[in-house]
């Protein structure tokens, strides 16, 4: 079954910390991944998109890690700011033009 | 800069009502999207479209259905609105017909109470 696992379900930091978001997928015949950002009460906003034979990317502050061999990717924000607080999705895509959402972390970091 | 609209941020309709939603882009994208996201489950998949006239049904398309006239407008229509449709809906759009690898850009969404 074509699943999108993200983990942890939430999480509390403090400004100016380090964090990381893990995602695993079981989706299959891979094509892409990306990360979004979801402000409350917004649209999904793409932070980054890699393919099968990209393991980094980066976007700013933020870096996508990703192991296609483990099926494992990781979302890692440096220097975290108060606006970072938001949702982060996971969305795999398949060749067959198909795309599975996982149920996002949702990120709070506070002063 | 690709730009999605949806016709409301806010909307409140009763059940049994017959409500639209529109969304508009820009920037000529071939695919369209409609989602909807809820608590818990993540964006579950409506129906899409690849071209105009034409519509798949994506995961969970019972209760809706959708009409693309023209490539820049998908409409989702709730032909008689329940209160089990009480949700954020969020369009999208792509591009390339059947090519995953393009993003998808999504609008701000519309929060959908029925009461």
């Known amino acids: 079954k074509n699943q999108v696992e993200q983990s942890p379900q939430s999480l509390i930091i403090l400004e100016g910390k380090n964090c990381t978001l893990q995602?695993?997928?079981?989706?299959?015949?891979?094509?892409?991944l990306r990360w979004y950002k979801q402000d409350t009460g917004r649209g999904p906003v793409s932070l980054t998109i890699m393919t099968f034979s990209e393991n980094t990317k980066s976007n700013g502050r933020y870096t996508a890690t990703l192991d296609a061999d483990t099926k494992q990717s990781s979302l890692h924000i440096t220097a975290s700011q108060l606006s970072d607080s938001a949702s982060y999705i996971c969305v795999v895509g398949t060749t067959g033009n198909q795309f599975y959402f996982g149920t996002g972390t949702s990120l709070t970091v506070i002063p | 800069d690709v730009k999605v609209t949806q016709s409301s941020r806010y909307l409140v309709k009763r059940t049994g009502e017959k409500v639209f939603l529109e969304c508009v882009q820009d920037?000529?994208?071939?695919?369209m999207f409609w989602y909807r996201q809820d608590p818990g489950l993540g964006l579950r998949l409506i129906y899409f479209?690849?071209?105009?006239?034409?519509?798949e049904k994506g995961d969970i398309p019972e209760g809706y259905s959708v009409s693309r006239e023209k490539k820049e407008r998908f409409s989702l229509i709730l032909e008689s609105a329940s209160t089990n449709q009480t949700s954020m809906y969020l369009c999208?759009?792509?591009?390339?017909?059947?090519?995953?690898?393009?993003?998808?850009?999504f609008g701000p969404g519309t929060r959908l109470t029925v009461t």
């Open positions: 999208a759009s792509s591009l390339g017909a059947g090519q995953s690898s393009y993003e998808q850009y």
């Open positions: 920037m000529d994208h071939e695919n």
């Open positions: 995602c695993n997928y079981t989706v299959s015949p891979f094509s892409n």
């Open positions: 479209s690849y071209d105009v006239k034409m519509k």
